[in-house]
């Protein structure tokens, strides 16, 4: 299927590794021009490199931390630069955390709500401009399944997540006059090298291995028995950003194998 995404422009945040690379990859097999961004600078100036040599399309990497408003408003002044215009935005950058709510003070909240729900915020306020230039675009969100389900461990995480869920919900109302759709995706276990290192440090000394423990986790949650691969969830991306999916606005998806216990 021809998405007919070539020579589009995305910017993509946390597009370094793990889904965020994989979503990066997926838009540049398309044709599509990317400005990645995250704080390692070797590792997303690198990367943007080997996907602009290896799919022969433009890719630029930036150095920022999106859960600070100057380092957005930095993002998109490197857009405005390299391409004047974009069509696709993936608020993808985010990470798990681990608290409970009695213990964890206003500053570590304040982060996950800058990270997850305020970055968002100010990049649509810094590139629906620019998206409106290109006569419309594509806003999606990475929540997850967590929004919806909670894990006992991050409650911090599930509830900035939620939120990202519902300022997604708001967005695509006020947007989508100006035809920019947004959507929200809630991925389930999805295998990226984070998950490998997680299950390296809890599994250090216990006898069980890596892969014992993924498959133990992929086994107890999921009704696939498995991870999902950050290149699964990609495909999806790609199709939502499409014009294939132009009648998908506002919503949630689920790619989750399955794990999540009710029905929307
Ligand atoms: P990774 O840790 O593998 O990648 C996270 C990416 O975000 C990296 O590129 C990282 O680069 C970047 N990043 C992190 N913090 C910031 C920041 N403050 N500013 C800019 N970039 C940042 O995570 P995943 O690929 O697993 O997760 C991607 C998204 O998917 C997250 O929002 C996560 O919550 C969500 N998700 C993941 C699931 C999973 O099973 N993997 C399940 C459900 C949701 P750098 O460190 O250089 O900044």
Redesign the pocket.
Known sequence: MDLELKGKTAII??????????VAEALAAEGVNLL??????Q??KEEAQRIASDHGVQAVGVK?????AA?VSAVAAAATESYGQVDILIN?????SSETIMEAGDDRWQYYWD??VM?AVRLAREIVPLMRKAGGGVILN?????AKQPLGYEPI?NVT?AALVMLGKCLANELIGDNIRVNTI??????????RKTAGILTEGTGQSVEEYLDDIARQNTPIAR??T?EELAHFYAFLCSHKAAYCVGSTYYVDGGWLKTVE
């Open positions: 945040s946390g597009g370094s590794v793990g889904i965020g690379l994989a990645l961004c995250a704080r390692n600078e590792r997303v920022a931390d999106v859960s600070v380092e993808n950058a985010g990470t798990g990270l997850h970055a990475t929540a997850s399944i967590c995480y997540k809630n991925p389930g276990l999805i295998l990226t090298p984070d998950w991870f999902g950050p």
